[in-house]
């Protein structure tokens, strides 16, 4: 398997001298392509920071960000400007929609300033809201959407022209929990269909989506929950649903 | 709950014989529930003496069909309409192991609070992969036995959260656990010191 996202000893501490604040310390992982992984961790452990670092929209103070392929801290502005548009697509719990740009305008958008025609780039953005159910209402902007259509709109944006890697930082914000749900369906068929995944979450039924679950505490990984060696015992050991 | 009231439910669809009934069994709980056929026969031997089911006779190939009586329906329909008690459940392991670590020295609780979590976490996600595994409509009875596993798979995870917020919160957590000096020698607080 290989890794599109890799964090090597990674460590970010926020302000200097006797305010500094270690927000993540040693940070060492892997997201191989076709996995989704789960940040989980109490607020102030690091879960936003450890993303922000993976997105290339912060730099660690120690170690290395590795982004297919590329090491983030040796590319100059322009090209992490590019392996943030090209590579990775970001989910974020206020979906930073253009209001007065139409679905397929604001899922067009990363690709057109990536100097996409805007012809392919419309065509591409209209791929990704039919993967996302959403090619009927194309046209309608923003305000004319629910909660969960927006929330779709933005995952479309994030995955249009089949970016390598996705980041979500508690994509399902305030939706319900049906509509919460068809996000992470989302986000897990992309992994399926090759895509790294990483998600940060506070709820365990959306982590539990992920293949594996990082677990963070004051900054530092303290625990990995990966899949079951025997899943056939599940059944027969859980606990209250015995005689 | 025993098995008696499964077996009784499954009877009262039709007779069935022993076999038949632990294999459909394990079908109606989706396999969380696995039976040996010993245990259905002493069931259904202590349901024929409670006249709650009877005998039939042999079949050509042996098999000794069971039915339910009038007196075996009533006895089901009146299970179908009393609400679980609480107290009919297992004590909760996981609960107790967390009281007593607590008040137990030298016991490292935020460890086993994680340990825990994971382990937890590693159950939800495997519920989880099979919920979405189960689609169909006919899959109902196996979505919902899912979903029961999925909500108390979650709940003690919250549980566990609340718990280790809790003993952030409350605990000075001193690096070694020293025998607390108690301001009161004069009156033994049995149990421990909290």
Known sequence: MSAVLELRGVHRVHGRGETAVQALRDVSLQVNAGELVAVMGPSGSGKSTLLNLAGGLDAPTGGEVVVAGQVLGQCNRRQLA??????????????????????????????????????????????????????????????????????????????VG?????????????????????????????????????????????????????????????????????????????????? | MSVRYGLLALLERGPRYGYQLRSEFEQATGGTWPLNIGQVYT??????????????????????????????????????????????????????????????????????????RTASMRMLQEYTRLRHGADSPADLAWRLVLDAMIFQAEGELRWLDHCEASLARFTPAPLAPAPAPDPEPSTPIPGGTR
Request: proline share 6%; hydrophobic share 40%; net charge neutral.
């Open chain 2, 43 to 116: 069931t259904l031997t202590r349901l024929e003496r409670d006249e709650l089911v009877r005998a039939l006779p042999e079949s050509d190939g042996g098999q000794r069909p069971y039915e339910v009586t009038e007196a075996g329906r009533a006895e089901l329909a009146r299970w179908f309409a009393t609400p679980v008690e609480h107290g009919d459940r297992p004590r909760n392991e996981l609960t107790i192991k967390l009281a007593l670590a607590i008040t137990t020295p030298g016991v490292d609780v935020r460890g086993m609070v994680q340990a825990q």
């Open chain 1, 82 to 159: 590019a392996v943030r548009r090209r590579t990775i697509g970001y989910v974020f719990q206020q979906l930073n929609l253009l209001p007065s740009l139409s679905a397929v305008e604001n899922v067009a958008l990363p690709a057109e300033l990536d100097g996409v025609g805007i012809r392919k780039a419309r065509e591409l953005a209209m791929v990704a809201l039919e993967a996302v159910g959403l090619a009927d209402l194309a046209r309608r902007f923003p305000d004319e959407m629910s909660g969960g259509q927006q929330q779709r709109v933005a995952i479309a944006r994030a995955l």
């Open chain 1, 162 to 243: 089949q970016r390598k890697l996705v980041l979500a930082d508690e994509p399902t914000g305030a939706l319900d929990s049906q509509t919460g749900e068809g996000v992470l369906r989302l986000l897990r068929t992309r992994c399926d269909a090759g895509a790294a995944g990483m998600l940060v979450t506070h709820e365990p039924r959306h982590a539990a989506w992920a293949d594996r679950v990082i677990f963070l505490r004051d900054g530092g990984i303290v625990d990995t929950s990966g899949p079951l060696a025997q899943p056939e015992q599940l059944l027969t050991a859980t606990p209250g649903v015995t005689a």
